[in-house]
């Protein structure tokens, strides 16, 4: 892309083209480019920065996947497109697999999204399709039954609602990242990151470093007082302010 990095939204429209390129590859789907540009009107809003509330939501995030039994990561293209190298990063710190589960199921996109992630050294893939969630619609709700299906705690950076919920009723702890505080994957996850993907994933990868050696009781403790419907009023409060602010 021929832009000089002084320009002042060169952040927002390098996210623009590395989302194209997803959609060039196959690895992103032509809907994920509006999916994004939901998230980029959401990102807008917030002032395009982490927002207190946003970190506090990745510090409780980051605990309870180090407290979890069996971690994983869902991705889909657009999560991909963005963040493939720091998704695998931080699956990596946390001991976590990734699950790709993508919202309109094609065989071809999901196999190119599983060899893009093993060419960028992805460790545990889980690339199995035995599995139902139920509740779901038949390819939305197919999972690997050692991942997704398996899993105690996933974190779902972009999910949809619907499969959000049907986590939630599996029993699940789910950890969402979602620039929308209205969606309902933020109204249904336990703990919602209304933080941009490419800002909030990189940052969880540091705390988990940082959370290396504290015990089990230290990161339960980090968990107490969590409310994630009040980060949730934070996060449009602060839409709020920013807004009033720029006039
Ligand atoms: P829901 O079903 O949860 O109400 P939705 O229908 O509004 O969600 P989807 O298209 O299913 O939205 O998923 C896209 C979600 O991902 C949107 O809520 C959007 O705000 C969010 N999103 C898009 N790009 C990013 C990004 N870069 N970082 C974080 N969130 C993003």
């Known amino acids: 892309m021929d832009l000089p ?8 429209l390098l996210l ?12 992103t789907s032509l809907i994920g480019l509006i999916a994004h540009g939901r998230g980029e009107a959401f990102d807008y809003l917030l002032g395009e920065r982490t927002i207190p509330s946003a970190h506090r939501a990745e510090v409780v995030g980051v605990a309870a996947l180090l407290l979890a039994d069996h971690p994983v990561i869902s991705v889909n293209g657009n999560a991909v497109a963005l963040a493939a190298d720091d998704l695998i990063a931080l699956g990596d710190a946390l001991g976590a697999g990734i699950e790709v589960n993508i919202f309109y199921h094609s065989e071809e996109r999901r196999e190119r999204i599983i060899r893009y992630l093993e060419e960028r050294g992805a460790g545990e893939l889980y690339v199995g399709s035995d599995a139902r969630i139920p509740g779901l619609a038949h390819n939305r709700g197919v999972v690997d039954s050692h991942g ?17 919920s049907a986590l939630k009723r599996m029993g699940k702890t789910v950890v ?11 109204r249904t ?9 490419v800002r909030a994933v ?3 990868r540091s705390l988990v470093e940082e959370f290396a050696s504290k015990g089990r009781s230290e990161l339960e403790e980090m968990l107490e007082d969590y409310d994630n419907r009040r980060a949730l009023a934070d996060a ?5 302010r920013h807004l009033s602010e720029s006039l």
């Open 189 to 197: 996850a336990d703990v919602t990151i209304v933080d941009n993907i």
């Open 176 to 186: 969402a990242i979602d620039l929308n505080p209205l969606s309902r994957t933020a």
């Open 148 to 164: 997704i299906y398996a899993a105690d705690t996933v974190l779902v950076p972009l999910e949809d609602g619907d499969r959000c």
């Open 236 to 240: 449009l409060d602060e839409i709020t």
């Open 202 to 204: 990189p940052e969880m």
């Open 16 to 27: 623009r083209e590395r989302v194209a390129i997803g959609v060039e590859m196959g690895i």
């Open 5 to 12: 990095e002084s320009h002042p939204r060169y952040q927002s």
